[in-house]
């Protein structure tokens, strides 16, 4: 099954940036779909962003719309996440998933899951 490494965590201050990766092992990536969600302590996984491999359509979370742009490049089977804008309440683990089924935010329609990327934003 493939594989997702997420990189690219890390402290930054309120209105800062970042930029996280998703790598996926083989040589392409053969899903439908790779997704970003988050889970802060002591809350559920929610949906952050997903995006379509072959097409590129994308949905978010309408807490991170205008803020977060998901992309992928095909070539190197990696999605990103850039955030801009950080909020506190943006503090959290970040994941990566692929699924086979449609573009959804639920987290139970992915089955293939990344080990997570802290992403700390202080005040």
């Known amino acids: 099954q493939v594989q997702l490494v997420e990189s690219g965590g890390g402290l930054v201050q309120a209105g800062g940036s970042l930029r996280l990766s998703c790598a996926a092992s083989g040589r392409t990536f053969s899903r439908y779909a790779m997704g970003w969600f988050r889970q802060a302590p002591g809350k559920e996984r929610e949906f952050v962003a997903a995006?379509?491999?072959?097409?590129?359509?994308?949905r978010y979370a309408d807490s991170v719309k205008g803020r977060f742009t998901i992309s992928r490049d095909k070539a190197k089977n990696t999605a990103y996440l850039q955030m801009n804008s950080l909020q506190p309440e943006d503090t959290a683990v970040y994941y990566c998933?692929?699924?086979?089924?449609?573009?959804?935010?639920?987290?139970?329609?992915?089955?293939?899951w990344g080990q997570g990327t802290q992403v700390t934003v202080s005040s």
């Open positions: 998933a692929a699924t086979n089924s449609r573009l959804d935010p639920r987290a139970s329609m992915y089955d293939r």
């Open positions: 995006i379509i491999w072959s097409g590129g359509s994308t």
